[in-house]
């Protein structure tokens, strides 16, 4: 005991006289202080969170270690005459020894409490929404604009993007390392990636809410757009959800497909088990992956959704913050958001502007009498292209189509199509009315809306 008291305890004692060792308990102490300071601010302060929830955990870590290398170093390099004070051995009646145990106790207990504390608050941290979005503002900040404009605002990122289990939680931070040294070396994507491969299963993420089973029945849809006189234009359709819902997601059903490209617009084949029974679709094509249908390959941007500029300048027509009466406005809002900009502040400078400058050129007459409506108008069209442009992530209006149906992309008919056959030339059908029954396609006063009180 004396030998091993001489040669690990008591240099405990003289922990403080190598600089690594004050450098350690230095940052031990100042990770503690700050920590304390910032303990009232919110997760949603941006880099004041990431300071406070993961550099100084890192710092109080980083000190932990380095106390003992330094008491380490130091005892190798000191003379065996500088030993020659310290008492032989240690006796617990000695007060100083009395002291020092206390002390380490003490000091021990401390820095578990803070250490799972930092430890628990780091890990909670970055499992907020505010931190993926935010830490990596240029790169993650369109999907996180999106994000909280969405239905799905409400839903942590780590619910859908990591999965359940000790499993996905490792595979996603290793992910996210990689990531992080992709960011640092400017090497990331532009615009950003939705990898089919790397998509977590609906069954993992959004039947965790929403029920495969439930009969939604059918449901009206209905869009609206407005002409160069400023006349409404509806189409409206009887869609059956229920029954689109259980032919692709019902029971004893399962499809696999094989895709030509990674945004899954060209499939190459369809495996289709129903029953007992099996068929195969194809064209021959070259598969780039294969993934077994669910939702999220037809509702492929639940949480994410960007729109393209027919459908942001429609909808804002139809809600009313966009005239609808003056001639030929959706013709000229749609050549001022279109237009290439080459940064976001470049469009906030030029796009009032160009909305005016179509008017002065092509309906000098309009621009008289409606020149506050179409100011207030530019102003609205600017926070359009806001919320789905961003040139530096070279992101653009249709850069994410919508799967769902077959308006942004070819979504329905990728499968649904001639191209696609059984070896006796079967193809799945393309009969409009076995998912929705039309009820009007951009007509004038629409008399099915109105007889569904519409």
């Known amino acids: 005991m004396g030998a091993f008291t001489r040669r690990w305890v008591l240099p405990v004692l003289y922990l403080t006289d190598n600089w690594i060792s004050r450098i350690g308990l230095w940052l031990v102490m100042s990770s503690i202080v700050l920590w304390i300071f910032l303990t009232g601010a919110s997760e949603a302060s941006g880099y004041l969170g990431i300071l406070q929830f993961v550099a100084l955990p890192v710092l109080f870590f980083a000190g932990l270690i380095l106390v003992p290398i330094g008491i380490s170093l130091q005892r190798r390099r000191e003379a065996p005459d500088h030993h020659l004070h310290l008492p032989e051995r240690i006796e617990l009646a000695n007060p100083k020894i009395q002291r020092l145990l206390i002390f380490l106790a003490i000091a021990t207990g401390f820095n578990l409490v803070v250490g799972g504390a930092l430890t628990y608050r ?113 189409t409206a359709l009887m869609m059956k959800v229920g029954r689109i819902h259980g032919a692709h997601m019902g029971g004893g059903t399962r499809i696999v497909y094989q895709a030509a490209d990674q945004q899954r617009k060209t499939m190459v084949g369809v495996r289709v088990e129903k029953g007992g029974q099996t068929e195969q679709y194809s064209n021959g094509g070259t598969a780039v992956f294969e993934r077994e249908m669910d939702c999220l390959d037809c509702h492929n941007r639940p949480a994410h959704a960007f729109e393209t500029a027919e459908r942001a300048v429609d909808r804002q027509m139809t809600a009313g913050a966009l005239p609808q009466k003056i001639p030929q406005f959706r013709k000229a809002a749609l050549a001022a958001i279109s237009k290439a900009y080459p940064s976001r502040e470049v469009a906030a400078q030029q796009i009032p502007g160009e909305l005016l400058a179509y008017y002065k050129k092509n309906a000098p007459e309009a621009m008289v009498l409606h020149k506050a409506d179409l100011e207030r108008a530019g102003a609205q069209l600017l926070a359009l292209y806001q919320l789905n442009v961003y040139p530096e992530m070279k992101l653009t209006w249709g850069n994410y189509p919508l799967h769902k149906g077959h308006t942004d992309s070819p979504g329905c008919f990728r499968c649904h199509s001639e191209d696609l056959k059984t070896k006796s030339g079967k193809t799945m059908t393309q009969d409009c009315e076995s998912c929705h029954k039309v009820l009007g396609v951009e007509e004038k006063n629409l008399a099915a809306l109105k007889e569904l009180g519409g």
């Open 122 to 234: 780091t890990v909670h941290y970055m499992e907020t929404t505010n931190f993926c979005g935010t830490a990596c503002h240029q790169v993650m900040g369109p999907e996180y604009a999106a994000h909280l404009g969405g239905a799905h605002a409400q839903v942590r990122c780590v619910d859908c993007h990591v999965g359940t289990g000790t499993g996905a939680m490792i595979q996603a931070k290793l992910n996210g390392t990689r990531q992080l040294y992709l960011l640092l070396t400017n090497q990331h994507s532009r615009p950003i990636p939705s990898p089919p491969h790397a998509l977590k299963t609906s069954a993992e993420t959004c039947e965790n809410c929403h029920n495969r089973n439930h009969d939604f029945g059918e449901k009206l849809w209905r869009q609206s757009k407005f002409d160069d006189a400023g006349e409404r234009l509806d």
